[in-house]
């Protein structure tokens, strides 16, 4: 169903679950930590050999979270550093905020929660360094890397 685009299939999985209320927000990561067990271990006939894959796809996918956890830590400390002297008025701090909490930031997303206009919001993306993400000139977003 869907071969161009294998890793929405349990993206969308996780979101149903989740809205039909029988999972929480785990899912995902799970899924990450299971992509790595090799299938003859999660699908073995031996009911301990899948209970260790399970536990093993738990593992690893606790070290991918403390992995991002650690990149994004280091990416907000990076930006923090770029807002030393700066006015109190600045909405610099408030974009390193907006930016640490979405995956991808666009120019009308700025500028609806900043409250400055479109030209503003593209020069504090410039000054803050963020990464473009789509590589599109009209239609740019940007996000942490």
């Given at each position: 169903m869907l071969q161009h685009?294998?890793?929405l299939g349990p993206l969308?999985?996780?979101?149903?679950?989740?809205?039909?209320?029988?999972?929480?927000n785990h899912?995902?990561?799970l899924h990450l930590g299971a992509k790595n067990i090799p299938r003859e271990w999660r699908r073995a006939r031996n009911r301990s050999d899948r209970l260790l894959a399970f536990v093993d796809a738990i593992h690893d996918a606790?070290?991918?979270g403390?992995?991002?956890?650690?990149?994004l830590a280091m990416a907000k400390s990076?930006?923090?550093?770029?807002?030393?002297?700066?006015r109190a008025s600045s909405k610099l701090p408030d974009l390193v905020e907006l930016a640490m909490s979405r995956p991808l930031v666009s120019a009308g997303m700025i500028q609806e929660r900043l409250k400055v206009t479109k030209q503003g919001a593209?020069?504090?993306v410039g000054e803050l360094g963020l990464r473009e993400m789509t590589g599109r000139g009209r239609f740019r977003a940007w996000g942490i890397v």
């Open positions: 685009a294998a890793w969308l999985v996780a979101a149903l679950l989740r809205q039909e209320g029988l999972a929480a899912l995902a990561s606790a070290l991918a403390l992995k991002e956890h650690d990149r990076q930006m923090e550093r770029r807002l030393k002297q700066r593209l020069n504090l």
